[in-house]
């Protein structure tokens, strides 16, 4: 069975037995969900009583309701943006895109943005960001910065959303790929990871940070014998070889550094990362 699918069973069998230690479940159901994880467990090859097997497939610091949560907003913003579509034709303004003053007054909204990163005021930096795209939805800057904060805040799961989104806007945008490699990162996604590394690297073949990013990816998805060799496009075949990629310690801070520009050149948000 594909390991994504093994995250998912691990992660259903975690929910149920944190629904039995919160007391969500009642006292007298609590014989029957503690027999149906064990009967998904065997069902499915996935023994959630192994610590060694939780460590290779938790999706820790995410859980499965956080995840959930995260669908239903975006659902809801889609759903949103669909009814408005269909009720009311959109002005003409907004066909033509943002206005200048638009433009100006969501880049303040940016430059305030910066500022609440470097003082490490994750909550007022994404809602400067989120300004900023309200008046500017266009632009991939303010989705890739807006990652940059959740994941300084530690929604990894909403910077890979607002990294994807900075590359749907332009596919071409180097940096969304290295937001989404690091968000991927963190959540132990090695695989997706060197897949994002590895698809910037498309973009600039001789970008090393994204190569840095790739190799320790690699190198992490090398360390797991269990999983099955990565395979996506651009990607190197190298596995842990290579510079900053060797062994599985030391990978996430090397991870951070490559997304820095060198350890936090001058602009760089905290934590490493290099903000627009």
């Known amino acids: 069975m594909a390991e994504r699918k093994e995250r998912l069973v691990l992660s259903i069998l975690e ?13 007298e159901d609590k014989d029957g969900i503690e027999v149906a994880v064990q009967c998904i467990g065997e069902a499915f090859g996935v023994d959630a009583s192994d610590e060694a097997t939780r460590k290779r497939l938790s999706i820790k610091p995410a859980t499965l309701p956080s995840i959930f949560d995260v669908y239903m907003k975006t659902r809801q913003k889609v759903q949103t943006s ?19 003053e638009d433009k100006a007054a969501a880049e ?6 910066n500022a609440k990163m470097s003082a490490k005021d994750y909550p007022a930096a994404i809602a400067e960001y989120t300004h900023a795209i309200a ?21 990894h799961n909403m910077a890979v959303a607002d990294a994807e ?34 698809k910037g690297l498309e973009l600039e073949p001789n970008n090393a940070n994204l190569k840095s990013g790739r190799d320790n ?55 490493g990362f290099d903000l627009a």
Not at 15 to 27: Q, Y
Not at 137 to 155: M, Q
Not at 172 to 196: N, P, W
Request: with cysteine; net charge neutral.
């Open 15 to 27: 929910f149920l037995e944190a629904s039995i230690a919160d007391g969500t479940v009642s006292a």
């Open 82 to 100: 669909q009814d408005s579509s269909t009720t009311s034709p959109a002005p003409q303004a907004a066909q033509r895109g943002p206005s200048a």
């Open 108 to 113: 303040a909204h940016k430059q305030a943005g």
């Open 135 to 155: 008046l500017d939805p266009s632009n991939p800057v303010y989705y890739s910065n807006r990652a940059a904060a959740y994941s300084s805040s530690g929604d």
């Open 165 to 198: 989104k900075a590359i749907e806007v332009d596919p071409k945008f180097v940096k969304g790929y290295h937001r989404l490699g690091h968000a991927h990162y963190c959540l132990k996604s090695y695989k997706e990871a060197a897949s994002a590394f590895g």
């Open 217 to 271: 990816a690699l190198a992490r998805v090398a360390s797991n014998p269990s999983s099955p060799e990565p395979d996506p496009s651009g990607m190197s075949s190298r596995g842990a070889g290579g510079s900053g990629g060797a062994g599985g310690g030391g990978g996430f801070a090397d991870v951070l550094s490559s997304l820095g520009g060198g350890g936090g050149a001058a602009g760089g948000g905290p934590g």
